[in-house]
């Protein structure tokens, strides 16, 4: 078995709250990795595209966050099923935990930590400096608060802390606000959106689920670290997952940089009983762009519904 892991498929619905606590209580995962949506990013960004450009919309992006609902229901159900179920696990989801995670804590339901978004904004950002300095990836370290919406819109539009290390020095200070701009827009052009970077996300979140799964105690780049909103540098091992951020910047700052991220990302707030409510622009795009409305709020026990609207609306 440690030679060779082995592979058993099991077909079934997630929906299925109790049979899935179920399989849960005779499997007893130490990890459990969702990959879960009712539809990927990649069916609905092209066509949002497409209907912005054909239609001579104003609106400069898709506003990811008004698909919150695909991406919500498959891990709402699973961690259902994970209280029911009595184990005790850890769940590494790569279903938009930027949002979904912050979400399902108001309901003391939040998976353990994401993946992707933040991680690949970062490794991207490695490789950029990599080439432009002309050194090794190896010798550079960097520290980032940043929300998923930096994936999405220029970075001069939204908010991030970085802080850059080569070889132990602290060299931030040496670029300024328009170059730190500029190479983490050539970082996102390396998983540019009308590209698949899905296999990019899966493999973070793999790498996530090996660093708990092997106690590794390491430093990552996670988003949703134990129900937050947004990325931070967090800290995985065995027990879960612990935000670790540098002395010059409070938990507080923080976390309003993810706020901002998360309005941009066109959710305004997540109220205490997990309730969405959607910026007046996400509504707008709704209205325009798929002709959905009604919408201004979304409640947990609405997503279902939301997101079958969604399918139906792209469709």
């Known amino acids: 078995y440690d030679k060779y892991p082995i592979i058993k ?9 109790s049979k899935t606590a179920k399989i849960l209580r005779e499997i007893k995962p130490t990890v459990i990795f969702n990959a879960a949506t009712i539809f990927s990013s990649m069916f609905y960004k092209g066509i949002a595209k497409k209907i912005i450009k054909k239609r001579g919309l104003t609106f400069k992006a898709y506003i990811p966050g008004h698909t919150i609902a695909k991406d919500l229901v498959p891990i709402y159900k699973l961690m259902q099923a994970v209280k029911e179920s009595g184990i005790e696990t850890k ?48 010798r550079i370290n960097i520290t ?3 929300h998923h919406a930096l994936t999405v819109w220029p970075p001069e539009e939204v ?29 996102q052009r390396l998983q540019e959106n009308d590209v698949d970077n899905t296999p990019m996300a899966a493999a973070s979140g793999v ?6 799964l092997n106690d590794e105690g ?7 670290p134990n129900g937050l909103l947004g990325g931070y540098p967090t800290y995985l091992d065995s027990e879960g997952a612990k935000v670790v951020l540098p002395g010059e910047l409070s938990m507080e700052k923080a976390t309003e940089i993810n706020i901002a991220g998360m309005r941009r990302d066109g959710i305004e707030r997540i109220e205490n009983d997990g309730t969405v409510i959607f910026t007046r622009e996400c509504i707008a795009f709704m209205e325009e762009v798929l002709n959905l409305h009604g919408w201004e709020k979304m409640k947990l ?14 469709t």
């Open 301 to 314: 026990e609405e997503a279902e519904l939301m997101a079958k609207e969604l399918l139906n609306a792209y």
């Open 207 to 212: 790498r996530n689920v090996l660093a708990i």
């Open 9 to 17: 498929p099991i077909q079934h619905d997630i929906a299925d709250v």
């Open 144 to 146: 980032m608060v940043a």
């Open 91 to 138: 769940v590494v989801n790569i279903a938009f935990p930027d949002h979904t995670h912050p979400i399902l804590a108001k309901v003391d339901l939040s998976p353990t930590v994401g993946g992707g978004n933040i991680d690949l904004i970062v490794s991207g950002m490695k490789r950029v400096l990599a080439n432009e300095v002309g050194i090794a990836s190896s």
């Open 159 to 187: 908010p991030y802390f970085i802080k850059i290390i080569i070889d132990g020095a602290d060299i931030t200070e040496q670029f300024d606000k328009s170059q730190l701009d500029s190479l983490l827009f050539k970082a």
């Open 218 to 224: 390491c430093v990552r780049h996670c988003p949703g």
